[in-house]
């Protein structure tokens, strides 16, 4: 069964960082693209960043480029982002997704985790 | 705002058809293929469509997708109270190299 789990939310301060984990399981992990995607309180659903099964390609969305960084370990079949300086508008539920890999450059995530807050405020 | 222009709200009886839009430009709908994303509460979004008008395994045939130039639509037959959700189209967007998300659509089944 296929399993994604994040960890790693929690509530700091603007300007602080934080650094969110995915752990896979059920599925041969370094064969698929990874991206996160997060949910504003009451609000859609925003893409943040995307990286390959190699870590060959990766894309960040505008809004988190130069504060955020993607990253992966195959070997621990586990998916990182790493977020610096905060703003209170990064506040949101991040999930991690599978990217099913059937077309390239197609946002097309058949597995997703539950989940974790990230809450920025003063 | 989202690159993606979806209605804010639709609602329908059970039995009814429903049909939610989803507008974009020519660096994303126009060239790219679109997915729908259903999102029942406090859940994790789900992939209902794939490559425009694809149904993954599981999804009922009462979920069907088009696209038409710059715009998709997302239609469901047969409405059920299980079926009262959020729905959210994506794409890749070539100008922002990424996947754009439509803002969402809440599903209220009367």
């Known amino acids: 069964e296929v399993q994604l789990v994040e960890s790693g939310g929690g509530l700091v301060k603007p300007g602080e960082s934080l650094r969110l984990s995915c752990a896979a399981s059920?599925?041969?992990?370094?064969?698929?693209?990874m991206s996160w995607v997060r949910q504003a309180p009451g609000k859609g659903l925003e893409w943040v960043s995307s990286i390959s099964s190699s870590s060959s390609y990766i894309f960040y969305a505008d809004s988190i480029k130069g504060r955020f960084t993607i990253s992966r370990d195959n070997a621990k079949s586990s998916l990182y982002l790493q977020m610096n300086s905060l703003r209170v508008e990064d506040t949101a539920v991040y999930y991690c997704?599978?990217?099913?890999?059937?077309?390239?450059?197609?946002?097309?995530?058949?597995?997703w985790g539950q989940g974790t807050l990230v809450t920025v405020s003063s | 705002q989202s690159v993606l222009t979806q209605p804010s709200s639709a609602s329908g009886t059970p039995g009814q058809r429903v049909t939610i839009s989803c507008s974009g430009s020519s660096s994303n709908i126009g060239r790219k293929y679109v997915y729908w994303y259903q999102q029942l509460p406090g859940t994790a979004p789900k992939l209902l469509i794939y490559r425009s008008n694809q149904r993954p395994s599981g999804v009922p045939d009462r979920f069907s997708g088009s696209k038409s130039g710059t715009s998709a639509s997302l239609a469901i037959s047969g409405l059920r109270s299980e079926d009262e959700a959020d729905y959210y189209c994506a794409a890749w967007d070539d100008s922002l190299s990424g996947p754009v998300f439509g803002g969402g659509t809440k599903l209220t089944v009367l």
């Open positions: 997704a599978r990217d099913i890999g059937r077309d390239a450059y197609s946002p097309e995530f058949d597995y």
């Open positions: 059920g599925f041969t992990f370094s064969t698929y693209s």
